[in-house]
C-alpha cells in the first residue's frame, strides 16, 4: 500500500509507505475499539428501549423514569403560573395606582389652568396589539410583557407631563412658597426626631425618617407651606397621610392622621388645617409622622420646623 501526501508548507509531495504493520496496527486497532463501542451503545438503547421485546421489569423502569420526568415538569410549570399569577396581581395593582395618577394630573392640569391640548390625560399612549384577555383566563406570557410594556409607556409619558405641570406650578402658582416653615401642629410636643432610632415596633434599629409630634386625638393638623395637595388617603406604613408638593423640589408628608379635611388636587395655604390628629397605621398612640422631602427624598425637618415665616 502506497499513500500520497502533498505538503503545502513545502510545496512537494512525498509518500508513506504502509506495507510495514508498524503504521497500520493502531489504525485498525482503533477502528475495532469504535465499532465495539457503538455495539454496546446500540445494545444497551435496545434493551432500555420497551418497543423492542425487552422484559417487563425494564419496561416498568422506563415508564417509572418517564413519569417522574413528566411530574417534575408539571411542577416546574405549574411554579411558573403561579409566579406570573402573582406578578399579574401586581400588575392590577400598579394599574389602580396608574388610575390615581391620571386623576391627580387631571386635577394639577385645572389648579395650574394649563392648555388641555399639551397636557392630555385621558389620552392613551400609543399602542396596538390583540385585544386584553379575557377575565379568568391564566395568562401567558407573551399578554403579560405585553402588558408591562404598556405599562412602562404609560408610566413614561405620565411622569414627563407631570414633571412640567410641577415645573409650571412651582415658576407660576407657588411663587410664594420658598420652603416648610414651623411646626405641622397647633398644639403638641416633639416626640421623636430624624434619625436611627429603635423602632417601637420591632425594637431593631431603624431608620426614621421624619419627625414626630404627639398630641390630643382629634387636634389640628397644619400645612407648613402653600402648595397642592397629592396624596390624601391611606398609605402603606404611613395610616391616612395627606403629602403636599410645594413646588421647588418640596414637599411635606403628615401620617397617621384620624380623618383627612383635603383633597388631591386641592391648593392649600400656611397654617390650613388639613386633617385631624390621630393613630392610624403603624403608630403606638395620637402623633403626626412629619416629614420634609427635597427631590423626592426625606430629609431631616429639623431646621424647617424651627425656621419662622
Ligand atoms: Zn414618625
Sequence with gaps: MKFLLYTTTY????SIQLNRPVFWMPAVLLLALLLGAAAGFGYLLASRSPASGSTAADSGQWQAALQEQKQELAQA???A???????AVRLGQMQAQMLRIEALGQRLTNVARLGKAEFDFDRQPAQGGPAAPVVDEPLNSVDFIQALNDMEAQIDDRARQLEVIE??????ELKSAVSPAGRPVASGWLSSYYGKRADPFTGHQAMHKGVDFAGKSGSDVLATAEGVVTWAGKRYGYGRLVEINHGNGYATRYGHCQKILVQVGEKVMPGQKIALMGSSGRSTGPHVHYEV????????PTRYVRASR
Design 11 to 14: 510545496g512537494k509531495s512525498g
Design 77 to 79: 410549570r405549574d411554579a
Design 81 to 87: 403560573q403561579n409566579d406570573l399569577n402573582a406578578l
Design 167 to 172: 415645573q409650571v406650578l412651582s415658576r407660576r
Design 293 to 300: 422631602l427635597k427631590n423626592g427624598r426625606q430629609i431631616d
